[in-house]
Structure formats: C-alpha cells, structure tokens
C-alpha cells in the first residue's frame, strides 16, 4: 500500500508559480509512475503530467506544455510539480496518483493523495 500526501498548494496571481510536491510513505514509489490530475468545481477530473519511475518518460497535457514541468526524486520518495505562467483556469484541486506505467487515464492509476487546492486570482 502507498500513501500518497500532497503539498505546496495555495492563492496565487495570475502569472505566478507554485511548486507541488508529492510524497509517497508506507512504500516507496518503486516502480510506479506518478501522474498529477486536477479537477476545477463542476467538471471532470483531467490529467496534467505523469513521469514514468526512471523520469525518462513524460505525458504532458497540451493545456499546460511549456508551462508545468514534473520531476521526481526516487532517494526522498517525492514527485515535484512546477507550475509556472499560472492562469485563472488552473484553479482546481490538484491529486497525485501512482501507478503501473505512464498514462493519461485515471483509472489505471492505483493509488491516489487527498489533493491540494491551487487557486489562481485574475
């Protein structure tokens, strides 16, 4: 079983950056990929980014390309989100999530954190 804890969430400007962090506990990420998703209120969940367990491998949303870029740290268990050139439509609770193998789709994904509530003001 991994735990899955989310930080760094808060309010920023439009044009501001956050930076996410995901930490794994109980086990550690091995093997797994790790995904961030977001859902804003009112809509379906959407993938973000996800990072294969070498970090030689990434998806990446076309909403968020050249603006989000993900890392991981395999010796601390964690799994970094920068998020640069916020705009008010990032606004959203945002979930990391691990799993078998890079993906797109949340439902091949098998463990899953709380969320971190990211707000953008305009």
């Known amino acids: 079983q991994v735990q899955l804890v989310e930080s760094g969430g808060g309010l920023v400007q439009t044009g501001g950056s956050l930076r996410l962090s995901c930490a794994a506990s109980g086990r550690t990420f091995s093997p797994y990929a790790v995904g961030w998703f977001r859902q804003a209120p009112g809509k379906e969940r959407e993938f973000v980014v996800a990072i294969n367990w070498g970090g030689g491998t990434t998806s990446v949303a076309n909403s968020v390309k050249g603006r989000f870029t993900i890392s991981r740290d395999n010796r601390k268990n964690t799994v970094d989100l920068q998020m640069n050139s916020l705009k008010p439509e990032d606004t959203a609770v945002y979930y990391c999530?691990?799993?078998?193998?890079?993906?797109?789709?949340?439902?091949?994904?098998?463990?899953w954190g709380q969320g971190t509530q990211v707000t953008v003001s305009s």
């Open positions: 999530a691990a799993g078998k193998a890079v993906s797109t789709l949340g439902a091949t994904y098998d463990y």
